[in-house]
């Protein structure tokens, strides 16, 4: 089994984990109505799902005044599911991301049909990340990676060739992402589920090119042109994640990125494998 296949293996084990599974929360202390305090700080959540945080300035038997950032809330306390002294919002408002690692060429990209090395390249990315629920969000994520490919001539099998040339291959993406998950505050560790679309421009740089002459027996060295195209690509994956404290945490991920040609998708056939790892901050 090669590096590929088995990036696709992990990648698809972690997406179907990030979809079936929730992921594992630790317990916050929960508060028994009857022992609220007046001018106490609490997080009550109503029967809506509706979270109101903010300090407690008194409370008869119908109602709970709780002074917050909005200004004063009147609460029945029929309507109160649960109180917790935890004053973290339950859902997270938004995640960031920074991260960095290698990138491994997918198994038939049709733009490596002319090199004869496979070596892992490395692989940048930062991402914005907006929960619209405690399980899934939309996410902007933008990549540069770059991997370094040795030209080789067809006549290098019989002869004694020059040194190969190197050409850089560089990747800028840009994706519109799905991501499938725990964005609970109270989780330590979740498993996420990836999936989007977006552009991947790609720019092929310049690179020498040698040819044997049969008929005086010699070398000829050209400098060949690089160019640079923008496919639609698209995009699967999974990932964990690690908290740290309520505000930072560390992550890994893999990702597919199939990019399209002549208007098809090759899917695990052409495009790379990004595996990155980062530092993620939180806002609530």
């Not at 089994?1 to 929960?30: D, G, H, K, P, R």
């Not at 040339?165 to 991501?179: E, G, H, R």
């Not at 589920?193 to 060295?221: Q, W």
Request: no cysteine.
């Amino acid at each position: 089994m090669n590096i590929n296949n088995l990036s696709s293996i992990l990648l698809a084990a972690l997406f179907i984990l990030s979809t079936a599974f929730t992921s594992v929360s630790f317990s916050q202390e929960e508060v028994v109505m009857d022992s609220i305090i007046t001018g106490g700080k609490y997080r009550i959540t109503l029967y809506t799902d509706k979270e109101i945080i903010g300090k407690v300035t008194k409370q008869d038997s119908v109602y709970v005044y709780m002074s917050t950032d909005e200004g004063t809330v009147r609460i029945r306390h029929e309507d109160i599911f649960s109180v917790s002294k935890s004053t973290v919002p339950r859902l997270m408002a938004a995640m960031f991301t920074l991260g960095g690692g290698i990138l491994l060429r997918g198994g038939g990209n049709y733009y490596n049909s002319y090199n004869d090395e496979n070596k892992p390249g490395y692989s940048f990315q930062v991402t914005g990340l907006y929960p619209f629920s405690e399980n899934k969000a939309i996410r902007i994520d933008i990549s540069y990676s770059r991997f370094n490919r040795t030209m080789y001539d067809y006549y290098y099998y019989y002869t004694s060739p020059p040194e190969n040339s190197k050409q850089d291959i560089d990747f800028y993406n840009a994706y519109a992402q799905i991501i499938f998950g725990d964005f609970n505050t109270r989780t330590n560790f979740s498993v996420y589920g990836i999936a989007g679309v977006g552009l991947m421009h790609i720019n092929e740089g310049d690179y020498k090119y040698t040819y044997y002459n049969y008929y005086d027996s010699t070398y000829t060295t050209q400098t060949r042109n690089g160019y640079n195209y923008t496919n639609f690509s698209m995009t699967i994956g999974g990932g964990l994640r690690f908290k740290i404290n309520n505000r930072l945490g560390i992550f890994t991920e893999i990702q597919y990125n199939m990019t399209a040609y002549e208007g098809f998708f090759w899917f695990f056939g052409g495009g790379n494998f990004p595996i990155r790892g980062g530092l993620t901050y939180t806002f609530f």
